[in-house]
Each structure stands twice: as C-alpha cells, then as structure tokens.
T-cell receptor
C-alpha cells in the first residue's frame, strides 16, 4: 500500500496566489518523521522541513507553512504569495522507526507546481 | 563545500551494456541510498547501505548492483538485465545509523538507453 499519497499531480497558480500541497501518509508506528523536499528543474532535491510525530505544532518559514494533523494523517504545505521561483516538483516523504537494517524513506509521487507570471 | 557528487550527469547506453553511475560524498555520512525517478512515479528505492561493506536491496533492486568499499563512495551498476533502465537516478546520504536524519541528495544522473 502507498505509504505517502500526494493526490495532486499538477497544480497551476497565478503569481501571488496562495497554494496548498496535500500530503496524506499511512503508518502504524507511533514514532515517525515527515519531510517535504523541493525538486527544481535542475533535478536535485532540496530539503525543506522535517517534523517528528510528537510535534504537531504548525511551522512557518517565510512564505512557507506546514500543517501537521495526526488525526487525519496529513502534512500539508502552503506557499503564500507564490512566486515564479516556486515552480518545481514537491515531494512529501515519511520515515518510520529504524529497523535492524536502518531506516528507509517513503516518497509520494510528487506534485508539480507551476506559478504563472 | 560538503555535498554529494554524482557523475556523469548524462549518460547514453546501448542495449546490452552495463553502465556504472558514480556517487561520492564528503559529508562523513554513514548511510547512502540510490533512488530511481520516472515521470509520475516519484522516487523508488533501488539499494541502500548503512555501513561500509554492507548494503540492502530496496523495492526495485532487480537488474542493479552496488558496492560500498569506502564510506565516501556508493557506485551503482545498471546491468543489461535491467529491462527498462532509462530514468533519472538520484543518490542520497544521511548522517547516522539510527533516527530519521535528513536525506541529502546529489544532482542526479540521467541515463538514456538508445
């Protein structure tokens, strides 16, 4: 079963609009971590945020904010006043408690965001 | 600057040839990973290694091989047994044997089979 679901395949917004990228995850672990990464056209994934399962506080970093809700198993990402430079593919990821072979990361299929000037 | 270097950035291969993608990191990270990215399918794990001389198969290891002889290096060989090797390959590393540390990614290698 898919552990991380990003139902939005592609989103287009006009510059300065707000946009929310959805992420729903599935795990039976009580300790886990959630991540968001940005992949610009150059291809390299850039880390944006990590949250652990015990910290449900929302976080804001400049125009970026994240809403973590365990009750709905969601970790949504909002970009306020979007800019053309925000155009990229965004990945949500989950890491569960490490096994004896280490910990794996499970990625969603990504949401491609296009910001139109 | 610390980081992950992948080479080559672009690679063309004829059918039936093996190719090796290089991944080197100077972050002193213990764990290293190889992912494959296809359009619309996100990242799929090929192999990962938590320590030198040890590695584990990921979800799509068939047709691939790896080695981890040095902490800094984790090369991936795409063998002729891989039926559909055209893809974007990403190498990543993380800093500890336990705990969910952040993955640091290289810039990727794009392999095209002619």
């Amino acid at each position: 079963a898919q552990k991380v679901t990003q139902a939005q395949t592609e989103i287009s917004v006009v510059e300065k609009e707000d946009v929310t990228l959805d992420c729903v995850y599935e795990t039976r672990d009580t300790t886990y971590y959630l991540f968001w990464y940005k992949q610009p056209p150059s291809g390299e994934l850039v880390f944006l945020i990590r949250r652990n399962s015990f910290d449900e506080q929302n976080e804001i970093s400049g125009r970026y904010s994240w809403n973590f809700q365990k009750s709905t198993s969601s970790f949504n990402f909002t970009i306020t006043a979007s800019q053309v430079v925000d155009s990229a593919v965004y990945f949500c990821a989950l890491s569960e408690a490490p096994s004896n072979t280490g910990n794996q990361f499970y990625f969603g299929t990504g949401t491609s965001l296009t910001v139109i000037p | 600057d610390g980081g992950i270097t992948q080479s080559p950035k672009y690679l063309f291969r004829k059918e039936g040839q093996n190719v090796t993608l290089s991944c080197e990191q100077n972050l002193n990270h213990d764990a290293m990973y190889w992912y494959r990215q296809d359009p619309g399918q996100g990242l799929r794990l090929i192999y990962y290694s938590q320590i030198v001389n040890d590695f584990q198969k990921g979800d799509i290891a068939e047709g691939y091989s790896v080695s981890r002889e040095k902490k800094e290096s984790f090369p991936l060989t795409v063998t002729s047994a891989q039926k559909n090797p055209t893809a974007f390959y990403l190498c990543a590393s993380s800093g500890a044997l336990s705990g969910a540390n952040v993955l640091t990614f290289g810039a990727g290698s794009r392999l095209t089979v002619l």
